[in-house]
T-cell receptor, first 116, second 117 residues
Framework: KAGVTQTPRYLIKTRGQQVTLSCSPISGHRSVSWYQQTPGQGLQFLFEYFSETQRNKGNFPGRFSGRQFSNSRSEMNVSTLELGDSALYLC???????????????FGPGTRLTVT | AQTVTQSQPEMSVQEAETVTLSCTYDTSESDYYLFWYKQPPSRQMILVIRQEAYKQQNATENRFSVNFQKAAKSFSLKISDSQLGDAAMYFCAYRSVYNFGNEKLTFGTGTRLTIIP
């Protein structure tokens, strides 16, 4: 079974632009979570989607948004990029059980975003 | 809100020796999951081991085992017979079991493990 894939792997953008990152979960996984990883702040939870609905959101400004499609693929968008948005963005998928929660998350390789 | 603390930014161990990475957490919840994830340089994060708080027995996965002390809110990872491939950043993470769909992982700051040949 293929793992979590993220595209693109590397991205360079200019301050003020917007960017869209894509995540394809493991087949059968309906939950997709996004994390931002920076040297200063570490790993921080952005949001989680399940069945095209955002179920949980971290403490990030509204410039960070996401969505999930009917095939469980997810995208996250960052508008009006700032230098501080430079980070590794990780996507993780999980198999959600009947209780609505999962056991573990599987991570993709990440998209490294550089804002200049 | 839950917090996870890893007080050892860096650790090193001789190949074939044993090393223990520390993690403490703070929560008011009685049931939760704890995880150790490994992130090798320029490679993706993979799950090393998991522990359910309601289980008293410490989890073990081959050379990896945990020492889970619920009352002390401590969750350390022991790596036996260290191998060069174990070199990585290790993250301790917490996940609540409450609230429908609470997939959020709260991570510690990580411990960089170096294996000395």
């Amino acid at each position: 079974k293929a793992g979590v894939t993220q595209t693109p792997r590397y991205l360079i953008k200019t301050r003020g632009q917007q960017v869209t990152l894509s995540c394809s979960p493991i087949s059968g996984h309906r939950s997709v979570s996004w994390y931002q990883q920076t040297p200063g702040q570490g790993l921080q939870f952005l949001f989680e989607y399940f069945s095209e609905t955002q179920r949980n959101k971290g403490n990030f400004p509204g410039r960070f948004s996401g969505r999930q499609f009917s095939n469980s693929r997810s995208e996250m968008n960052v508008s009006t990029l700032e230098l501080g948005d430079s980070a590794l963005y990780l996507c993780a998928s999980s198999l959600v059980g009947v209780t609505g929660s999962s056991y573990e998350q599987y991570f993709g390789p990440g998209t490294r975003l550089t804002v200049t | 809100a839950q917090t996870v603390t890893q007080s050892q930014p860096e650790m090193s161990v001789q190949e074939a020796e044993t090393v223990t990475l520390s993690c403490t957490y703070d929560t008011s919840e009685s049931d939760y999951y704890l995880f150790w994830y490994k992130q090798p340089p320029s490679r993706q994060m993979i799950l090393v081991i998991r522990q359910e708080a309601y289980k008293q027995q410490n989890a073990t996965e081959n050379r990896f085992s945990v020492n889970f002390q619920k009352a002390a809110k401590s969750f350390s990872l022991k790596i036996s017979d260290s191998q060069l491939g174990d070199a990585a950043m290790y993250f301790c993470a917490y996940r609540s079991v409450y609230n429908f769909g609470n997939e959020k992982l709260t991570f510690g700051t990580g411990t960089r493990l170096t294996i000395i040949p």
